[in-house]
């Protein structure tokens, strides 16, 4: 990405700077802006899409990827920005982290060569001004100035700290301690960790948003620019674990906190709680004044890697830097996972050219979302690159459903799902690496939507531990309500009503319990219904969908064969388990009567004519009789009294061909073929049609025979071979005038019967 105006946007917190590059972003036909976190790039997604639409504005994360056909705008994480891609726009935020030792040399690659063609935008800290004029010549600085006043209070007891505030941690342990002490002395608090997932997060910030709870108790992950309606920011320590030594914060680090505080033009406040101490002064004055000292350096990686074998490539990122300014990255989370892969002699041996070793560098990518290099980390990276190592390359899909599956699990305490979330979210940037496995979009949703259920989970024992639940008025003695599709309580919108399940609003599973007692007894006398309803109530769309009356209740997949689909079930949490199973075996039943149609009567019938009547059935009510003996005159006729007519060389059901029947087919075979949801045809010539087109259009397999260039329906095929006017001189054309054919056309099927 290369060419255009590169201006730096710099300030301090609540200066405006991210909302100034998306409003610039938008203003050109495309863009891309990278931030730092995955919680921040889903909230400016949202900005985003509320602007331009789903459909014009991608999302690019490590663990998630929604990217519409044609998108216009690129919403991403500063590491996952795809900066091989032309925009007329590129905005990089909060740059001044290119200082940072463990991150920085990605933002410095992004400052250094990330450009839009017509305009980049460089978003952060003024102490980056020197730095980025020495290192960008001809740069546009803009300085912008704090929208509201950020002002020093006292210290307090952390159980005074004033309401619509933050406090502020640097441990997990510590978190909880707060939040215990914050529920005993005001009811409760929302949680915010850098572990959640963003629906966990988000429905977190929702009870504190919404006013339910009056204190938020997090980490320094709130201090990366997202928005919250947040006066006052409360310091519980001011030490923190870098991920190398436990240190103090520096100066810009405690703005970048305190900086939450005061939205917009309304002013902010911060303090340190008595546990933590006072601030030292000199910190305090910059901090209320912004003004930090310069950056002097950032750290850099090089980019050029050697990819011919692994010591080269390990050689090539130990380079040296390339100015004065630059300092170099060393012992990155990365390269400490190749170090441990290089310790396997035998796949360093494996490991050559650059396409094994670029697979290999991959692989090191993985993220050890848990932030520590273990042992089991370690194994399982050299795991990935063995497959990656052989054959195509793929990850076997019941290796990668093995480590899934054993996540699916919504017990446990908290730090328990956090463990699982943060394993779920190394399968689900796995499942957005290319080619990587098969089936990818299909392992993409099923870490989507397990990440979902844990992260429900996980909300529901953070509220349950950390607030009140009778200092949330719609709990208390609340009942829910069904309006259309919708549930509501307490004139809140609280999910979607489907029948016999309710699909929770964000931020609403903690009222599972108020749902089910209101609506339960209804859901389960409607399911008890459906399964004693006529089979006239029951019937199956062309997309392979089962309703009963109004009620979508699951979706045809392949079974053990044509004429026994399996059925997917849509949810029904809201019925007894034994009730749902006995409308589950009703639906079965159904399913299989739809598929094969009635039953025949075989009694009386010799072993021949039964194996006919078994092989229509199988068929759906067309068959091949090739591979049957051949039949008395006496057993066809018996078969006619039944209801089937045999010819030559096929047998069908009287009304096999009228329009129903042949849908039943239609639709089942394309279960069966896994095509459930494409169009199927519904109009084209009742005889014939070209023999290519018959194997891409989802007919039933046996309702033609192929016939030369042409497939022919079977019950006119046969009709061709008992026509004389076909068997004479004039063949072709009474076969192009039976089958409403061109002539040479006609001519081929003449041969292909006489074959």
């Known amino acids: 990405m290369r060419g255009g105006l590169v201006t730096a946007v710099l300030g301090p917190t609540n200066t405006g700077k991210t909302h100034r590059a998306i409003t610039a972003m938008l ?11 995955r919680l921040l790039a889903r909230e400016v997604y949202d900005r985003v899409v509320a602007a331009r639409g789903p459909d014009a504005v991608a999302l690019v994360t490590g663990e998630e990827k929604r990217i519409p056909a044609a998108p216009k705008y690129f919403v991403c994480t500063t590491e996952a920005m795809p900066v091989d891609r032309s925009v007329h726009f590129v905005a990089v935020d909060e740059v001044q982290l290119a200082a940072d030792r463990h991150r920085g040399h990605v933002f410095t690659e992004r400052l250094l060569h990330a450009r839009g063609e017509v305009e980049t935008m460089l978003l952060g800290s003024d102490s980056m001004a020197p730095l980025l004029q020495r290192a960008l010549p001809g740069i546009r600085v803009e300085r912008r100035q704090r929208l509201s006043t950020l002002s020093w209070v006292e210290e307090h007891k952390l159980t005074a700290t004033p309401k619509r505030a933050a406090i502020v941690c640097f441990s997990v342990e510590q978190v909880y301690e707060v939040a215990e002490r914050i529920r005993h002395a005001h009811g409760g608090a929302a949680v915010v960790l850098g572990a959640l997932s963003p629906r966990t997060r988000n429905a977190q910030v929702a009870l504190y948003q919404a006013g339910d709870v009056q204190h938020l108790v997090a980490t320094d992950a709130i201090g990366m620019g997202l928005n919250l309606d947040v006066a006052h920011v409360a310091f519980q320590g001011k030490r923190k674990f870098d991920g190398t030594r436990s240190r103090e914060l520096t100066a810009p680090e405690v703005a970048q906190i305190a900086g939450r505080a005061g939205r917009f033009t309304a002013d902010g406040t911060f303090s340190a709680t008595r546990e933590c101490g006072p601030f030292d002064a000199d910190v305090l004055a910059a901090v209320t004044s912004h003004q930090f000292p310069p950056v002097t350096a950032i750290f850099w990686r090089n980019p050029e890697l050697d990819l011919r074998s692994i010591p080269a490539l390990r050689q090539s990122l130990a380079a040296a830097p390339p ?5 170099p990255a060393h012992d990155e989370e990365d390269e400490r996972a190749l170090a441990a892969l290089a ?11 650059t396409d094994a070793v670029g697979r290999v560098w991959e692989v090191c990518g993985i993220p050890d979302f848990r932030k520590t290099l273990t042992d ?10 063995a497959f990656r ?8 899909s019941d290796w990668f459903a093995e480590r899934v599956r054993r996540l699916d699990r919504t017990e446990g305490d908290l730090d328990t799902l956090m463990a699982r979330i943060a394993w779920i979210r190394t399968w689900t940037y796995v499942a957005h690496q290319r080619r990587w496995l098969r089936e990818a979009d299909h392992w993409r949703g099923e870490t989507r939507a397990i990440e979902d259920r844990l992260s429900d989970a996980l909300h529901e024992r953070l509220t349950a531990r950390f607030v009140d639940r009778r200092a949330i008025a719609v709990v208390g003695g609340a009942r829910a309500e069904v309006t259309g599709d919708g549930v509501w309580v307490a004139g809140e919108r609280v999910g979607r ?52 009356d109004d009620l979508s209740l699951g979706r045809l997949l392949p079974g053990p064969s044509l004429g026994e689909p399996s059925v997917a079930f849509a949810t029904m949490d809201l019925i007894p388990a034994a009730v749902a199973e006995r409308l589950r075996t009703r639906v079965r039943a159904w399913t299989r009567r739809w598929a094969h149609g009635p039953a025949f009567d075989d009694f009386g019938l010799s072993p021949e004519a039964r194996a006919v009547l078994r092989a229509v059935t199988r068929g759906l009510g067309v068959a091949s009789l090739d591979a049957l003996a051949p039949l008395a005159r006496s057993d066809r006729s ?5 209801g089937v007519v045999v010819g030559a060389r096929y047998g069908w ?27 199927l045809p519904r109009t084209g010539p009742p005889s014939w049609f070209s023999l290519a087109a018959s194997t891409s259009q989802g007919w039933a397999p046996n309702d033609y025979a192929p016939l030369g260039p042409l497939a022919v329906r079977v019950d006119r095929a046969e009709a061709l071979v008992a026509d004389p006017a076909a068997a004479g001189p004039g063949g072709p054309t009474a076969v192009a005038r039976a089958l409403g054919c061109p002539v040479p056309e006609a001519a081929a099927v003449l041969r292909a019967l006489r074959g």
Not at 323 to 327: D, Q, T
Not at 524 to 547: K, N
Not at 638 to 642: C, G, T
């Open 27 to 37: 203003d050109y036909p495309t863009g891309m802006i990278g931030v730092p976190l």
């Open 323 to 327: 100015a004065r300014w630059l300092i």
């Open 343 to 353: 310790a396997d002699p035998a796949l360093v041996a494996r490991a050559k050219g």
């Open 376 to 385: 089991a980390h370690a194994r399982m990276l050299a795991e990935i690159v």
């Open 389 to 396: 190592l052989t054959g195509e390359g793929t990850i076997p």
């Open 497 to 548: 009503w489907t029948g016999l399940s309710w699909q929770p609003a964000m931020g609403a599973t903690v009222l599972r319990g108020v749902v089910e007692r209101s609506l339960g007894g209804a859901a389960e006398a409607r399911a008890e219904a459906l399964a004693a309803a006529d089979d006239a109530a029951f019937r199956v769309e062309d997309d392979g969908r089962v309703w009963v």
């Open 638 to 642: 018996a078969l006619h009294r039944r």
């Open 653 to 679: 059901r009287a009304d096999a061909f009228a329009p129903e029947p042949a849908r039943v087919r239609a639709v089942a075979a394309a279960v069966w073929r896994g095509q459930a949801g494409v169009p």
